[in-house]
C-alpha cells in the first residue's frame, strides 16, 4: 500500500478529522502563496518586510499601497479548486470536525465548505476592520472609496485606520477564534496539515497540539516542513491530485 492509500485507509476509519491549510491549497486557484518556490516573498524579500502591522499602523505611505494591492487581490476572481472541493466531499461524508485555515481568501467557503466549521484564524480580506473601533464591513464597500479617489480611507464610524481584516506580523491573533482552532486540534482523531510550510506560529503549533492528543498527524505539502519528524505520513505531491485520492468514496 502506498502513502495516499494508506492515508485513505486513516480517513475511511475517523470520525472527526481537523484539516489545517495553507496558502499551498489555493495556489492551484491563482493565488500564490509566499515561501514556495513561486511565492510572492520568495520573489521579492522586500514585501515580507512591508506586512508589518506596526508600519501599517505608523505610515500612511504604507496604506495607500496597500489599499492599492488590495483592489487587484487575486482573491477577487479566484475561483475554488479540486483541493478545496475535496474538503467539501469530506464534509458531505460526515467526517469532518474542522477546517482551521491560515488563508485569508475565502475559498472554503466558496466552494461549499459550510461557514461554522471553517476557522479563519488569520482572518478574511472579505471584510475591513477599523483599528480604533474594531467594526468589520464589507472590503467592497471600502475598496469602492478607493476607487472614488480616497487613498487611505477612514473608519466612516470612528475616523480611525481602517485595516483589511487579516492579520499581519506583530499584530495578535483573535484569542477566541484561537481557542475554537485549539479545541478542534484536541478534539480530532486525525489532524490533516496542507499546503503549509508550518513556519507560522501559532497556526503550527496546532500539529503539536493534536499530537499530544494522540491524533495523528499527515502532512501534505510540496516542500519539507519541521513538522514532517512528527507526521505518520507525509505525502509531497500536488495537492489539487492528493487531496480527492484521499477523499475519493468515504461516503
Ligand atoms: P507558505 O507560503 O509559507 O507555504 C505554502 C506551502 O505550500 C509551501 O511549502 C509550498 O511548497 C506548498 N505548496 C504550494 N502549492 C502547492 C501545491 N499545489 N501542492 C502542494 N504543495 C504546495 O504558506 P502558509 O504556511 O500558509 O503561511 C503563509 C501565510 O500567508 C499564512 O498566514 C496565510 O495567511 C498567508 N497567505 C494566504 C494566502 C491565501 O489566503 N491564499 C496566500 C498567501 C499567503
Redo the contacts with the bound molecule.
Sequence with gaps: MDAVERVRVMMRASTAVTVL????????SG???????N???TRNPAAERMSSYDDYVADPAVRRNAWQSRRTHP?WTAEPNE?HRALVDLESSGRLRAIVT????G?HQRAGSSPDKVIEV?GT?WETQCLGCWARAPMAETLARVDAGEDDPPCLLCGGILKSA??SFGQRLDNDVLEVAAIAAESCDLFLAV??????RP??GLCDVAVDAGAPLIV????E?PYDDLATEVI?????EILPAVTRDLA
Design positions: 491549510t495553507g496558502a499551498g491549497i489555493s495556489t492551484d493565488i500564490p502563496d509566499f515561501r514556495g518556490p511565492g510572492v516573498w482573491a483541493g491560515q488563508n485569508i481568501d475559498l488569520h480580506i487579516t492579520i499546503g503549509s510550510s508550518l513556519t507560522v497556526a503550527a501534505i505539502n510540496a516542500q516542513t509531497r505531491e500536488p495537492i489539487g
